[in-house]
């Protein structure tokens, strides 16, 4: 959920083909969360770390990078405890456990207006589910801060859980083979043109979501 908008994955250049979409032209619809279920703001991360450390939010920021350890702790190789030891030193801020996981979750601002109704309306039409490159501390805090959106969808995969993350070709494969349909059934939608490419290539229809209009386009599209 992260690591997909570290760039700014919705001023990206992907063109999705939402316009190709037809009624009944998918059996099922597979939904990335952080920038197209609830919206997210990594400065926020970086602002919260700063304050606890009396450190210049800058410095923080420019400190950070989705490394190696961010991506053990993505597909559940690390623990929290383990990922932000690693923070600790490549940081080079001394904050403890808590106050790390307290900057950790600001990332998180709320849902994305009007996607809610989106996807309560589709939800009987056409099985949903979701794709999040995640880890146990963020799920943790949105699958109860946002229970309510979270509970359209039949199955929500998570690569913390599944040792897999977008865009790898496994992990769409996993996820379709999960799903039960042929991967070109499925319609998925992401911020991140990277994850919309690496979808692409495994055969799945798709939708680069800039905004909710672009998913509330789809639907229509697809009649659901």
């Known amino acids: 959920m992260v690591a997909d908008h570290q760039g700014g994955g919705r001023e990206g250049g992907v063109s999705d083909v939402s316009h190709a979409l037809k009624p009944g032209g998918a059996d099922a619809l597979l939904f990335d969360l952080g920038g197209v279920v609830v919206d997210i703001d990594f400065n926020r991360v970086f602002a919260r770390w700063a304050e606890h450390a009396a450190r210049d939010v800058a410095l923080v920021r420019g400190q950070f990078s989705a490394d190696e350890a961010y991506r053990g702790h993505e597909i559940g190789a690390i623990s929290d405890e383990e990922y932000f030891a690693s923070l600790r030193s490549s940081l080079g801020i001394d904050i403890s456990d808590a106050q790390f996981l307290d900057g950790w979750n600001q990332i998180f601002i709320g849902e994305v207006p009007g996607i809610a109704d989106l996807l309560a309306r589709a939800a009987p039409g056409i099985p949903l589910y979701a794709f999040s490159n ?91």
């Open 134 to 224: 995640t880890n146990c501390a963020h799920e943790l805090y949105w699958s109860k801060q946002f229970a309510g959106v979270m509970s359209s969808f039949r199955r929500i995969f998570v690569s913390s859980t599944i040792g897999l993350r977008k865009p790898d070709a496994a992990a769409f494969r996993f996820v379709a083979g999960e799903i039960g349909v042929p991967a070109e059934r499925i319609v998925f939608f992401d911020d991140s043109p990277a994850n919309i490419q690496g979808a692409r290539a495994c055969g799945l229809q798709v939708v680069h979501v800039k905004s909710v209009a672009d998913v509330a386009a789809a639907l229509e599209a697809l009649g659901v």
